[in-house]
């Protein structure tokens, strides 16, 4: 147990700079996170479910050690970890990310994993519901928004995203073995949670205070704690080996620029603007791809934060108009409409036009726009206050 003369963070200097002790403050914001509850909400009329971080988490570890998987430990990531380190650096944390860090040399392995957690699930049924007639299919289909699985010579990892309709999914990943770990530094971090974990089991009574709690290490997988927390602290963007970034790696980039994120070398990052376009459209080639991922990334990173949708388009629209090398022109008009009609909508359900359901559209929509939202969203009558970006291709 750390002792409050300890609980200042500290460089451990035995493995390398890459780990840090944390604070009693930041045990203590962890301690929060951990222990609070968050609601799994099922589809139709399934019940949701009332869940702690800790409990789930010990749940699904003990359950795996008991089907013979090893787990190494279990870390906390992303923005989560980000503001257990750092409070209120302009953005709430979304998505509860947990790392498992796991053996699985064969690939039924994964099937194991997951029947693990949907059993776990059950657990946490309210009283009165007959478990014995719900099926661990019936329970991926209602609770689960999630579920991935990339089994490869380099990537053996496996997630299971619980659904919660306010954006705060809890994120189970699953990970043998993974290429990358991070796109910038200020996502970095990792939180190991097994001595925090061990003092629930073992220290119940108990209640942490300063005097009193459990030492708890942090990781950079960037490389280096102390230069990664001074990116996340003073808002700057760095990254390493930036080639090994895929195409999602544009879309968190301009979510950085519009929470006021600056790169460490501006000049340095107009190149890496270019590649990671290059990246995005190499993994997302056709228009619809695009869509889907433009939309469902919008979905999951700004709930509650509507208002910032606008300007994170903006800023995403002038990064592509600016950095696209790849594209043919036709093919660069179309991601540019696509982003500019997003938008448009974006201000239309924000009610920021007047009398939307009354555009007039100056030229026809792109071939492209299927979805039947765009109906009543394109360019308006100049004689609007409409925004001057908007394309006429």
């Not at 609070?36 to 359950?63: C, S, W, Y």
């Not at 999914?169 to 990792?190: C, G, P, T, Y």
């Not at 994120?261 to 993994?283: H, N, Q, V």
Request: aromatic share 10%.
């Amino acid at each position: 147990m750390a002792n409050k003369a300890e609980s200042t963070m500290s460089t451990t200097t035995s493995e390398s700079v890459s780990h840090s002790v944390l604070s009693w403050d930041q045990v203590s914001r962890l301690n929060e996170v951990l222990t609070a509850v968050v609601p799994v909400h099922g589809r139709g009329n399934f019940p949701t479910l009332e869940v702690r971080l800790k409990d789930i988490v010990q749940m699904v570890r003990t359950r795996l050690e008991l089907r013979g998987i090893k787990v190494k430990d279990v870390r906390l990531n992303g923005s989560t970890a980000s503001h257990v380190l750092v409070q209120d650096i302009g953005w709430s944390y979304k998505d509860l990310d947990i790392i498992f860090r796991v053996d699985l040399p064969l690939e039924s392995g994964f099937q194991l994993v997951k029947d693990v957690v949907l059993g776990t699930l059950l657990d946490f049924l309210p009283e009165g519901v007959n478990k014995e007639k719900i099926t661990p299919m019936t329970l991926k289909e209602v609770y689960v928004q999630k579920l991935v699985k990339v089994y490869t010579e380099q990537d053996r990892w496996s997630l299971i995203s619980l659904s919660n309709n306010n954006g705060r999914n809890v994120e189970l990943k699953f990970v043998d073995s993974i290429r990358r770990q991070f796109e910038f530094s200020v996502d970095s971090f990792q939180i190991v949670l097994d001595s925090l974990l061990s003092f629930y089991d073992f220290s119940p009574e108990n209640p942490m205070s300063s005097h009193f709690h459990p030492t708890v290490v942090g990781e950079s997988v960037y490389g280096d704690f102390g230069a990664s927390l001074d990116h996340l602290m003073n808002k700057l963007i760095a990254t390493k080996r930036p080639e090994e970034i895929r195409g999602g790696g544009l879309l968190k980039y301009c979510n950085l620029l519009v929470r006021a994120f600056r790169p460490t070398s501006e000049e340095e990052f107009k190149g890496l603007e270019r590649y990671m376009c290059s990246r995005f459209f190499i993994d997302f080639p056709d228009i619809g791809e695009q869509q889907r991922k433009l939309e469902a990334y919008l979905q999951s990173h700004f709930v509650g934060e509507e208002k910032s949708k606008y300007d994170y388009l903006m800023i995403l629209r002038r990064v592509v108009n600016e950095s696209t090398v790849c594209l043919m022109g036709h093919e660069r008009r179309q991601t540019l409409n696509l982003i500019s009609l997003t938008a448009f909508r974006v201000l239309a359900e924000q009610n920021a036009i007047p009398d939307a359901s009354s555009v007039t559209c100056y030229y026809q929509p792109a071939p492209y726009v299927r979805d039947h939202n765009f109906s009543n969203y394109y360019v308006a009558s100049c004689n609007q206050n409409i925004p001057t970006w908007l394309p006429c291709n």
